[in-house]
Nanobody
Framework: QVQLVESGGGLVQPGGSLRLSCAAS????????LGWYRQAPGKQRELVAI???????NYADSVKGRFTISRDNAKNTVHLQMNSLKPEDTAVYYC?????????????????WGQGTQVTVSS
């Protein structure tokens, strides 16, 4: 299957910045969309930002103007630059990939999730 490896989480003070990275690896696959989701304790997982291979992007209202998602199609890598962080941004952030994979000589859609990386915004 397609594996996602995340990095960049950590502890930062309010107003600070962090940059998350996620790389997809595997065989016989193409990624159509890459995104970041987050989940805080007691809350549902929510979409933070998503981008397609053609460059379209979408952001949650709560992060518009502060977060920027970008991708490298050749490396199947996605980044999330987080600026002006707030305590309410504290959550586990998950990388998500959707695409197509060749399995047993058949093309099939796939969806993969990273293991999650903790982002804590606190003074």
């Amino acid at each position: 299957q397609v594996q996602l490896v995340e990095s960049g989480g950590g502890l930062v003070q309010p107003g600070g910045s962090l940059r998350l990275s996620c790389a997809a690896s595997g065989s016989s696959f193409v990624v159509n969309a890459l995104g970041w989701y987050r989940q805080a304790p007691g809350k549902q997982r929510e979409l933070v930002a998503i981008t397609t291979k053609f460059g379209s992007t979408n952001y949650a209202d709560s992060v518009k103007g502060r977060f920027t998602i970008s991708r490298d199609n050749a490396k199947n890598t996605v980044h999330l630059q987080m600026n002006s962080l707030k305590p309410e941004d504290t959550a586990v952030y998950y990388c998500n990939a959707k695409g197509t994979q060749l399995v047993m000589s058949t093309l099939a859609d796939f969806e993969s999730w990273g293991q999650g990386t903790q982002v804590t915004v606190s003074s």
